[in-house]
């Protein structure tokens, strides 16, 4: 088994985590511009990223990552793709640090990767990153939409982090 990062693989599961990544998947899959995927391995076994701390030696799983329309099902299926994605998202579970998604993103600029969103559910955010340190926060109490002006995509907030007029929350 290849090597990722450390609980990488503890680190999912919650509630918001889930249910936030389902709802950008949902809102991003719409755009007819990119085939989006969940947790798709991204091969680096070519870098070295322990400059950035982190300590994956093969692969990284960005929690969302959109590529160009034309990648699709591929006749011969792939574990990991050398070919990096457009944009890659990363959703902050209750186990992990910002520091943590922050050497991830910075790894991502490296590979060639455009842009990348450090989404948090618990306060309702999103970074929208440009490059590494240079980014825009959008969140619920300010904003109505998530915009990435390098990939030009406008997300209604709302729809990320705000309920269904028919969703209760019978969870304790």
Not at 6 to 30: F, P, R, W
Not at 59 to 66: L, T, W
Not at 89 to 95: A, D
Not at 130 to 155: A, R
Request: net charge negative; with cysteine.
């Amino acid at each position: 088994m290849s090597e990722l990062f450390e609980d990488e693989v503890s680190d999912m599961g919650s509630v918001n985590h889930s249910l936030t990544q389902a709802k950008i998947t949902g809102l991003l899959v719409n755009d007819e511009r990119f085939s989006v995927m969940t947790e798709l391995s991204l091969d680096i076994s070519q870098y070295d990223f322990s400059q950035h701390g982190i300590k994956a030696k093969d692969e990284v799983k960005p929690d969302i990552c959109a590529y160009p329309s034309e990648v699709g099902l591929l006749e011969s299926d792939r574990v990991k793709m050398t070919e990096m994605p457009l944009l890659a998202v990363e959703i902050l579970s209750p186990s992990q640090g910002t520091k943590e998604l922050k050497d991830k993103i910075h790894a991502y600029f490296d590979l060639g990767v455009k842009s990348c969103w450090l989404v948090i559910p618990d306060v309702q955010l999103i970074s929208v990153y440009t490059k590494p340190g240079q980014f825009k926060n959008f969140d619920v109490q300010h904003d109505t939409e998530v915009i990435d002006e390098v990939m030009d995509i406008h997300l209604p907030i709302a729809k990320i982090f705000g309920k269904r007029s028919n969703e209760v929350n019978t969870l304790g």
